[in-house]
């Protein structure tokens, strides 16, 4: 059932699990969960679609240190983010979840084979195809089958299959389901303001504010927080006393992102290189879609250091692809830019730099003539390593319903810099460029702040055995307390390369299934 903000609430008593967040996370948890005899409760706080979509997302901006703000092109409403993503999936590797010795705070408290049964649930969660269509070996097959394009073959840089779903809101993917279940209300336009603590540890109740201005409170036996990277943490630190000791001095800790690069006009475009060039998700690029269709999935692929290779040289994830570089990149980046002043110099600057280019590039288009030498940019994803120094600090702003902002604390020092030059180094000499050329350019990009963050906010509430150093235990039930969970990027105490939604679905999809072996309200 979802009710919208100016709705009648139903009746909430006896609800078994409060859910806090109706994004990917919320979505799967609560769909997992429908019809499996518990009564649930979703609180979202934007509305059902686009139109009614009452906040934005956070982004982080360039700098340093970087700053937080929100991005005035995502509005989220129900589905969250995965209203606004491309779409690209795969799972984390299995080395993700190890402990590096080179990397400190690293290692999770499960396995790949633990996450592996629930990451099948959530590509059927996700609209995805088989779980097996992310083996290298299994798509280098089908493609040697009708001629297409080859795998790169390197000792160095390992291929990492990319899944594309075909319909990117779980809002639009699962609203059937919401809607009919008799055991799932969500309410829509409802503002979170804090959890109240109970006498034995764990949450009495959740305090919120409808759209419409009227206080709600939301009794359950359990709650959990799918809120965000951020919102997660900051739902936390703002309400007193949940948790304590230990545990909630690391709130807010260990922030984490994904930080990109892009190198234009890099290398040219080669047979080997196809599968590693994507167009942006709905945006098509001039070539067409060049995405493959293998086992039902819409597949693309990655490259990354392979594992031997950062165990040798002790370094964090770094994952490389391609796109359209030169004149067509710059004149796609000016069409899509923001219409605000920044953002649309930026972009024109970029064309005004290769006025000759430009020129080029139209009069073949014009003419409907190939391009032999047409360039690829590369796009260089790296891992930022989990540091207790990197956080979020809530302010003395207040919002519009009373809760406190939110400040970011984070920044890559020297020693992941000069890692990062290290594997940009390895990555371009195994593509055949100059690798000290790319780690040179890597640091001028970065004194700049001529780099890019996805919104992939991860290990603010990260996941751990230990309560001295972690937030939430393997089951995702917040240390200290007994009826109080976390799910989403936030629980990540690494964040790998790949990007992190499909594992959040899958979490949450394992989250479902202990809740229900816990048993309802009686």
Known sequence: MLVTSDAELPDLSRTDV????????????????????????????????????QREAYEVAPGAPPTLGTAGGRRLFLGGNSNHWYGNCRPLD???????????????????????????????????????????????????RRHGPALLDSATLETRIEQTTPEFSLAVLHARTLRRSRDVVVLL??????????????????????????????????????????????????????????????????FQEHWYYVFDALLPDRDNLRLYHV????????LGDRRQRIDGAHVWAQLVLAADVLAEHRLPGLAVWFQDGGAPAALRALKHAPRRPGPLLAA????????????????????????????????AQIEQV????????????????????????????ATQRADHATALRL????????????????QDKYAAGDLGFYFHHTGTTRMGRDPAGSVVDRHCRVHGTDNLYVVGSSVFPTSGTAEPTLTVVALAARLADHLVSLGRVG
């Open 18 to 53: 409060c859910v806090v967040g109706g994004g990917a996370a919320g979505i799967a948890l609560a769909t997992e969960l429908a019809g499996s005899g518990l009564r649930v409760v979703v609180l979202e706080e934007g509305g059902p679609t686009a139109d009614t979509a």
């Open 94 to 144: 299995r080395e993700d979840f190890a402990a590096r010795p080179w990397i400190p705070g690293s290692g999770w408290p499960i396995t790949r084979d633990d996450l592996d049964p629930h990451y099948r649930r959530a590509q059927e969660l996700c609209g995805l195809g088989d779980l097996r269509t992310y083996e290298p070996d299994r798509v280098a097959q089908a493609l040697a």
């Open 189 to 254: 336009g409802v503002h979170v303001t804090g959890l109240e603590r109970g006498r034995c540890g764990g949450v009495r109740r959740v305090r919120a504010v409808r759209a419409s201005g009227e206080t709600l409170t939301v009794t359950a036996r359990r709650y959990v927080l799918a809120a965000g990277g951020i919102e997660n943490a900051k739902i936390l630190l703002a309400s007193p006393g949940v948790p304590d000791g230990a545990t909630r001095d690391n709130v807010g800790r260990y």
């Open 279 to 286: 167009g942006r998700g709905r945006h098509v690029d001039e």
């Open 348 to 379: 024109a600057a970029g064309v005004a730099r290769r006025p000759g280019h430009v020129a080029g590039y139209g009069a073949r288009r014009l003419l409907r003539h190939p391009n032999p030498s047409r360039r690829l940019a590369m796009i």
């Open 386 to 413: 989990p540091d207790p120094a990197s956080r979020l600090r809530l302010t003395d702003a207040r919002d519009p319903w009373g809760r406190p902002h939110v400040a970011l604390d984070t920044r890559l020092d």
């Open 427 to 442: 990555a371009g000499r195994a593509l055949g460029v100059d690798g000290d050329a790319l780690a040179s350019s890597m």
